[in-house]
Each structure stands twice: as structure tokens, then as C-alpha cells.
């Protein structure tokens, strides 16, 4: 079991090359950028699921992002039972996040939830019990509404 502050700043120094060598360069050429995890997931992983201080994670934020942040996320979200019972379908060999208990998930979805109703104008909710064709349904909606299409 690896300690939660060296996960943390293991994900942090990932995020710094990666935006030192991908995403920072994208934008200066103009080019969009579309991320599958960000910032959020790390307040929700790393603060709503191993419990560290959101002061800390601040702090690494605004030092590594520098004024960097995400003008849209959209938040998938998902009842935690469901969401295990996809996994299990999808995987049967788990990472290390997967094979986390029921509570760890319960409490990165309600991190996620927070951080949502704290910045609703930058954070989407799309309900993903619903059918694929309402879900592309409603983020083509959110993405019209917010300028992207």
C-alpha cells in the first residue's frame, strides 16, 4: 500500500510533465484540449477518497497549474452500485482504484457532486444511468449551450 501523500505527489509530478509537454503546448498553438481526468479528479480522488486536507492540495495546484484551469468538465455521473457493477462487466482485472471499497467510492461521488454545486457554471452534470444515445443527447446540448459546437 503506497502512502497517500506519495500518491499525491506522484499524480502531481505526472500532471506537471503533462502539461509541460502536452497540454500547455496545445493551447499556445491554439489547439483544444480534452482531458479524461483533471484537477477535479484529484480533490475527489485524493481529498474525498483518501481524506487529504484540500489545503494541501491547493497549495500543489496552484503551484503546478498556474493559473491553468478547465473552462468546461463534465461530470458523468453515475450511483456508486452501478458504477461497480460496469466495472466488474468491463475488467476483471482491476487497477489499484478499482479495487477500492463501496465507502472510497461514495466518497469521491459526493466530492465530485460538491465540487459541481461550488461551480456549476464550469462543472456539467449528466446523469449516466441514462441510455447512450441520451447521454450523447444531452452533451451535445451542454456543449452547444457553452459555445463548443
Known amino acids: 500500500q ?3 501523500e506519495t500518491e499525491l505527489l506522484l499524480l502531481f509530478a505526472a500532471r ?25 479528479a484529484t480533490y475527489a480522488y485524493q481529498g474525498g477518497g483518501r481524506g487529504i486536507e484540500e489545503q494541501k492540495i491547493t497549495q500543489l495546484t496552484d503551484w503546478t497549474l498556474n493559473d491553468l484551469s478547465p473552462d468546461l468538465t463534465l461530470l458523468f455521473d453515475l450511483p ?4 461497480m457493477e460496469r466495472m466488474k462487466k468491463r475488467a476483471p482485472d482491476r487497477d489499484r482504484f478499482e479495487q477500492e471499497q463501496y465507502e472510497f467510492f461514495e466518497h469521491i461521488r459526493q466530492a ?3 465540487i ?24 451535445h446540448l451542454i456543449l452547444a449551450n457553452n459555445g463548443y459546437l
Open 112 to 114: 465530485y457532486l460538491n
Open 16 to 40: 506537471a510533465e503533462h502539461l509541460a509537454k502536452v497540454v500547455k503546448p496545445a493551447l499556445e498553438k491554439g489547439i483544444w484540449v480534452i482531458c479524461d481526468r483533471f484537477i477535479d
Open 80 to 83: 456508486v452500485e452501478k458504477g
Open 116 to 139: 459541481a454545486h461550488r461551480d456549476p457554471n464550469r462543472v456539467k452534470i449528466i446523469d449516466a444511468q441514462q441510455t447512450e444515445s441520451a447521454i450523447t443527447e444531452q452533451l
Open 2 to 4: 503506497m502512502a497517500n
